[in-house]
């Protein structure tokens, strides 16, 4: 079963409620960032697309790799000393036609999203159960 964007916010929320200072302000995934932007994508906000610069690029925080339908297919984290700009380079690449996805997917990685916060490594675990 495919896990969403929609799907994944809602985990965000869940932890949120369970693990955060009622008084912290709320999460929010940013909108997706195209790795292989096409005339073919979905009609959604986009927050940018390749070669512009990694949404929240110099932050730490988790960062989701999405198909082309935006569901999940990878979820990292990134500490403040390795951001995710710095973590997103290392899987996507500048190649002489686009960008150069690193490693052999089993399904092809179309979109980023980000989520810049300090506690990457709890949310990442959170995001992971039963995903």
């Known amino acids: 079963m495919k896990t969403s964007s929609e799907d994944v916010q809602k985990k965000i929320d869940e932890y949120s409620q369970i693990c955060r200072h009622p008084e912290s302000p709320p999460?929010?995934?940013?909108?997706?960032?195209?790795?292989?932007?096409?005339?073919?994508?979905?009609?959604?906000?986009?927050s940018g697309?390749?070669?512009?610069?990694?949404p929240d690029g110099n932050e730490g925080g988790v960062y989701l790799v999405l198909d082309d339908d935006l569901c999940l297919l990878y979820v990292g984290k990134?500490?403040?000393?390795?951001?995710?700009?710095?973590r997103l380079s290392k899987h996507f690449r500048?190649?002489?036609?686009?960008?150069?996805?690193?490693?052999?997917?089993?399904?092809?990685?179309k979109y980023i999203a980000?989520?810049?916060?300090?506690?990457?490594g709890s949310l990442r675990r959170q995001l992971l159960r039963n995903t």
């Open 27 to 46: 999460l929010k995934l940013g909108l997706p960032y195209a790795l292989l932007p096409s005339s073919d994508m979905p009609s959604t906000k986009l």
């Open 49 to 54: 697309r390749w070669p512009n610069p990694w």
């Open 78 to 86: 990134a500490s403040m000393k390795s951001h995710i700009g710095s």
């Open 94 to 109: 500048e190649g002489l036609s686009g960008c150069v996805v690193a490693e052999n997917w089993r399904t092809a990685p």
């Open 114 to 120: 980000t989520l810049p916060i300090k506690e990457a």
